[in-house]
Nanobody, 122 residues
Framework: VQLQASGGGLVQAGGSLRLSCAASGRTFSSYAVGWFRQAPGKEREFVAAINWRGSNTHYADSVKGRFTISRDNAKNAVYLQMNSLKPEDTAVYYC????????????????WGQGTLVTVSS
């Protein structure tokens, strides 16, 4: 499966952005998807994940209550709605996928898209 992340940009603190992860090449509905981010000079970190049918989600503590992950399998897409953005959310955001039928969240992925840059100004 090929993944394409989009929707990044420059936003002021307190603002919102919605990232999209579009998949092609395979039926996306059988894939769990995660969002990760990497800030300059820092390690890549987990942000949010959703299982194959959207029945289970999980968030990093740093984004809980502000970010929402969702999916539309009919459109082969997963979204990350980001509200109340903070300067510390500035990073390149990546989506990743793994073909797994499970109601549990996975944190290991074998397909990765290119990143989309989110910059939050103070």
């Amino acid at each position: 499966v090929q993944l394409q992340a989009s929707g990044g940009g420059l936003v002021q603190a307190g603002g919102s952005l919605r990232l999209s992860c579009a998949a092609s090449g395979r039926t996306f509905s059988s894939y769990a998807v995660g969002w990760f981010r990497q800030a300059p000079g820092k390690e890549r970190e987990f942000v949010a994940a959703i299982n194959w049918r959207g029945s289970n989600t999980h968030y990093a503590d740093s984004v809980k209550g502000r970010f929402t992950i969702s999916r539309d399998n009919a459109k082969n897409a997963v979204y990350l709605q980001m509200n109340s953005l903070k300067p510390e959310d500035t990073a390149v955001y990546y989506c990743a996928a793994r073909r797994i039928y499970s109601d549990y969240i996975t944190y290991q992925y074998n397909y990765w898209g290119q990143g989309t840059l989110v910059t939050v100004s103070s």
